[in-house]
C-alpha cells in the first residue's frame, strides 16, 4: 500500500487505483486531467481518489507504492533469485520517467536504512541521482560516502564524482572520490593508477563498506553511458558480438554475469566486481523492460540481495 507523508489520521486502505492516481499525482507530477485520462476515468474519480488517499493518511512525503499487485511480485522475485529485501513501484506511463519512480523508490529505502558510523559505496547513472531527491537532508555522525567509479573530464549532474558528492552533502558525511577517469586509454594506463597510493586506499575503503547503492545499464544508445558520450556508439556492435547485456559499474557482462571479454573492460577505473562481492549489503537500483536482461546479469554477477524496481522490470525478470 503506498504512502504519503502527511499528518491526517489513518482511516483505511486505499484501492489499487487510488494507490496508482496518487503515484501518478505525487511523484510522476501528472495533472488531474492526464491521470484520468491514463486510468480511463473521470477527472472527478480522480479527485476524489487524490482526496481520499489524503484523508485515509495514504498520502505522505513518499511514496512507498506496495499494491497488493506489488507485493505478489515483490515475494515472486524474492523466491526467485534469493534476495532479502524486494521493493517494486508501479511503471511510469512513459518509460523516460522510470529513473525517477525507481529512484523515488531507492532515495527513500536508503534514507531508511543509514545509521551513525556506516559507510555507504555508490555507483552512478540517472536512478541514482534521482535518487538524491528522495533522501533529502539528513545529518549522521561519523558517515563516509565512497565513490566506486571514476569520473567524467567534462562534468553533468549525473557525474558519478557528482553523484557521490550529492548524497554525501545530504548525509553530512565524508566523502572519497576516485579521482581518476572513468575510461583511459589502455589497462596499462589502468594499472598504473591502480598503483597510486592514493587510489589504493580508496580501494581498501571501497572493501569495507557496509551498503553498496549500484544501477544498471543496458547495452543500446539509450543506456547513460552512451547517451552521455562516455562510451562512442561505435563501441555497441561490439559489445553485443562479445555477448554483453548490461553492465554495473561500467564492467560489461554477459547473461551469466560475467565480465565479457572486450577492450573495454580493461579500460576502465572501477572497484572490480571481486572486491563488490565482499561488500555486506549490494543494493541494486534500475528498472524498465529494456533492462531486465541487464538486471539478471547484474543480480548474478554481485549477488545483490535488495532490489528496488518497476512492475515492468518485475515480470520480465521473472519470464526469465
Same mark, same amino acid.
Request: with cysteine; net charge positive; hydrophobic share 45%.
Given at each position: 500500500?503506498?504512502?504519503?507523508?502527511?499528518?491526517?489520521?489513518?482511516?483505511?486502505?486505499?484501492?489499487?487505483?487510488?494507490?496508482?492516481?496518487?503515484?501518478?499525482?505525487?511523484?510522476?507530477?501528472?495533472?488531474?486531467?492526464?491521470?484520468?485520462?491514463?486510468?480511463?476515468?473521470?477527472r472527478a474519480k480522480v479527485i476524489r481518489l487524490l482526496s481520499a488517499a489524503r484523508e485515509s493518511g495514504v498520502v505522505r512525503i513518499r511514496?512507498?507504492?506496495?499494491?497488493?499487485?506489488?507485493?505478489?511480485?515483490?515475494?515472486?522475485?524474492?523466491?526467485?533469485?534469493?534476495?532479502?529485501?524486494?521493493?517494486?513501484?508501479?511503471?511510469?506511463?512513459?518509460?523516460?520517467?522510470?529513473?525517477?519512480?525507481?529512484?523515488?523508490?531507492?532515495?527513500?529505502?536508503?534514507?531508511?536504512?543509514?545509521?551513525?558510523?556506516?559507510?555507504?559505496?555508490?555507483?552512478?547513472?540517472?536512478?541514482?541521482?534521482?535518487?538524491?531527491?528522495?533522501?533529502?537532508?539528513?545529518?549522521?555522525?561519523?558517515?563516509?560516502?565512497?565513490?566506486?567509479?571514476?569520473?567524467?573530464?567534462?562534468?553533468?549532474?549525473?557525474?558519478?564524482?557528482?553523484?557521490? %558528492? $550529492?548524497?554525501?552533502? &545530504?548525509?553530512? !558525511?565524508?566523502?572519497?572520490?576516485?579521482? =581518476?577517469? #572513468?575510461?583511459?586509454?589502455?589497462? /596499462?594506463?589502468?594499472?598504473?593508477?591502480?598503483?597510486?597510493?592514493?587510489?589504493?586506499?580508496?580501494?581498501?575503503?571501497?572493501?569495507?563498506?557496509?551498503?553498496?547503492?549500484?544501477?544498471?545499464?543496458?547495452?543500446?544508445?539509450?543506456?547513460?553511458?552512451?547517451?552521455?558520450?562516455?562510451?562512442?556508439?561505435?563501441?555497441?556492435?561490439?559489445?553485443?558480438?562479445?555477448?554483453?547485456?548490461?553492465?554495473?559499474?561500467?564492467?560489461?557482462?554477459?547473461?551469466?554475469?560475467?565480465?565479457?571479454?572486450?577492450?573495454?573492460?580493461?579500460?576502465?577505473?572501477?572497484?572490480?566486481?571481486?572486491?563488490?562481492?565482499?561488500?555486506?549489503?549490494?543494493?541494486?537500483?534500475?528498472?524498465? %523492460? $529494456?533492462?531486465?536482461? &541487464?538486471?539478471? !546479469?547484474?543480480?548474478?554477477?554481485?549477488? =545483490?540481495? #535488495?532490489?528496488?524496481?518497476?512492475? /515492468?522490470?518485475?515480470?520480465?525478470?521473472?519470464?526469465?
Open positions: 500500500m503506498s504512502k504519503l507523508e502527511h499528518t491526517a489520521p489513518r482511516l483505511g486502505p486505499p484501492s489499487d487505483l487510488g494507490v496508482r492516481a496518487a503515484w501518478l499525482y505525487y511523484v510522476e507530477g501528472l495533472t488531474q486531467a492526464q491521470i484520468a485520462r491514463s486510468l480511463k476515468i473521470s511514496i512507498d507504492a506496495n499494491s497488493s499487485k506489488q507485493i505478489a511480485l515483490e515475494r515472486q522475485l524474492s523466491r526467485e533469485f534469493d534476495l532479502n529485501k524486494v521493493v517494486v513501484v508501479p511503471s511510469p506511463t512513459s518509460d523516460t520517467a522510470t529513473a525517477a519512480v525507481v529512484g523515488q523508490a531507492a532515495g527513500s529505502y536508503m534514507a531508511d536504512q543509514v545509521r551513525a558510523g556506516m559507510s555507504i559505496g555508490v555507483g552512478w547513472g540517472q536512478t541514482l541521482s534521482m535518487s538524491l531527491k528522495a533522501i533529502g537532508t539528513q545529518r549522521y555522525d561519523r558517515l563516509s560516502v565512497i565513490s566506486l567509479l571514476g569520473g567524467m573530464t567534462h562534468s553533468r549532474a549525473i557525474d558519478p564524482s557528482s553523484v557521490a %558528492r $550529492r548524497m554525501a552533502d &545530504a548525509f553530512g !558525511a565524508d566523502c572519497y572520490q576516485l579521482t =581518476a577517469p #572513468v575510461f583511459v586509454a589502455n589497462d /596499462a594506463t589502468r594499472a598504473a593508477l591502480w598503483a597510486e597510493p592514493g587510489l589504493r586506499d580508496l580501494l581498501e575503503r571501497a572493501r569495507r563498506v557496509d551498503v553498496a547503492l549500484l544501477s544498471v545499464g543496458d547495452v543500446s544508445e539509450a543506456a547513460t553511458l552512451f547517451r552521455e558520450g562516455l562510451l562512442p556508439n561505435s563501441q555497441l556492435s561490439g559489445l553485443v558480438r562479445a555477448g554483453a547485456v548490461g553492465d554495473v559499474l561500467c564492467h560489461f557482462l554477459d547473461v551469466e554475469g560475467r565480465v565479457v571479454d572486450h577492450p573495454v573492460n580493461g579500460r576502465v577505473i572501477a572497484v572490480g566486481l571481486k572486491d563488490l562481492r565482499r561488500v555486506p549489503t549490494i543494493v541494486i537500483a534500475a528498472g524498465g %523492460r $529494456r533492462k531486465v536482461a &541487464a538486471i539478471a !546479469a547484474a543480480l548474478k554477477a554481485t549477488r =545483490a540481495r #535488495v532490489l528496488i524496481t518497476d512492475e /515492468a522490470a518485475a515480470r520480465g525478470l521473472l519470464q526469465l
